[in-house]
């Protein structure tokens, strides 16, 4: 059974730095890329970061670019997002998902975690 599940959300001010984890079980975690995604209340759902399968690769949403960074342990089945420079709006819901190939599209990760709340106060 696949599982995906997130950590590390809850309440933190504006300017603070902060990780989330991703912990996989289920499936061969080194042979799939990683994203995060966030739903910001009464939005869609975003795409927010990627790392491919060996970590090589890494992209991010503009809006994240430079602030947060995501990194992966292949050992621990395990992704991260390290997230500096918090602001109120990065306030969501952060999910993690695992896809067969590395890249942006929604539609292209088959496994999401439930999602951690994450809250930014100013």
């Known amino acids: 059974q696949v599982r995906l599940v997130e950590s590390g959300g809850g309440l933190v001010q504006a300017g603070a730095s902060l990780r989330l984890s991703c912990a996989a079980s289920?499936?061969?975690?080194?042979?799939?890329?990683m994203g995060w995604f966030r739903q910001a209340p009464g939005k869609e759902r975003m795409f927010v970061a990627a790392i491919s399968w060996n970590g090589r690769t890494t992209g991010y949403a503009d809006s994240v670019k430079g602030r947060f960074t995501i990194f992966r342990d292949n050992a621990k089945n395990t992704v991260y997002l390290q997230m500096n420079s918090l602001k109120p709006e990065d306030t969501a819901v952060y999910f993690c998902?695992?896809?067969?190939?590395?890249?942006?599209?929604?539609?292209?990760?088959?496994?999401w975690g439930q999602g951690t709340q994450r809250t930014v106060s100013s």
């Open positions: 289920g499936f061969t975690f080194s042979r799939y890329a």
């Open positions: 998902a695992a896809s067969g190939s590395f890249g942006q599209s929604e539609p292209a990760y088959g496994h």
